[in-house]
Structures are given as C-alpha cells and as structure tokens.
C-alpha cells in the first residue's frame, strides 16, 4: 500500500500549513481512495461558505483524478444544526447522483471563529484515473 500526502496548487493552502488536505491511499489492484481534510470557506453567510467548500473540495478531487461523483462519504460540521436545510440545498446542487454516507454534527464552533460550517469527504477514485 502507497500513501501520499498532498496539498494541490490548485486549491487554496492550509491556512496554518501544519496539515496536508489529502490523503491518496493506493489500493491494490489499481484506484484509490481519497481523505480531504476538513474545509471552511470565507463567506457571510452560511450558503455563501458552503458553496466555497465545495468548490475548493472539487479543485482537490479534481488535482487527484476524481470528481465529486466518486465521494463516497461526507462528514459535516454545523455550528447551528437548524440550518441544515439551508446548507442541503447547497449540497444538492453539488452532488447530485446517488447520495454518499453522511454524517452531520452540531458543533459549539470551529477553529476559524467566522467558519460556520466544515466539511470533510472520502471519495474513490477508479483505477483508469490518477493525479493530474
């Protein structure tokens, strides 16, 4: 088994750089499966920042060969639970095939004080598609 730890410069950086945003783990028999690290985004709003998390979430699928189709698990972080539908709308529009596992959590706040939503995923690459 491989692993890579990566930080694309396609997507933005880690703000305190002491974490890599991808874990690539190579599976035997070709593909792999891909763990993001939590994201935030800037943004006034909660939809605002949703939709900056996804497409900084797409920008690191994409630098390693997958899309947001090949997200097979999604965790996400909400610092008011009774917004979920608001950020579901979000989501929606994001990934809009066959749903992936999910979990969601309400938490007191995040480690950016502005942040009011973070999101983690795994996906799984196909054996045909590498890195860029």
Same mark, same amino acid.
């Given at each position: 088994m491989r692993i890579t730890l990566d930080n694309p410069a396609a997507a933005p950086q880690p703000a305190n750089g002491y974490y890599s945003q991808v874990a690539r783990v190579e599976l035997a028999g %070709? %593909? +792999?499966l891909l763990y993001l690290s939590g994201q =935030? *985004?800037? %943004?006034v709003g909660l939809a605002e920042q949703s939709r900056g998390v996804f497409e900084t979430i797409d920008a690191l699928l994409k630098a390693h060969g997958a899309t947001l189709a090949d997200v097979i698990n999604i965790r996400t972080y909400l610092t008011d639970i009774t917004r979920l539908p608001e950020y579901g709308a =979000? #989501? +929606? #529009?994001y990934l809009t095939g066959t749903p992936p596992t999910s979990m969601t959590f309400e938490v007191s706040r995040l480690f950016r004080p502005e942040a009011l939503i973070e999101i983690e995923v795994v996906a799984a =690459?196909? *054996?045909a598609r590498g890195p860029e």
């Open positions: %070709g %593909g +792999a =935030v *985004a800037d %943004g =979000v #989501r +929606a #529009r =690459v196909p *054996a």
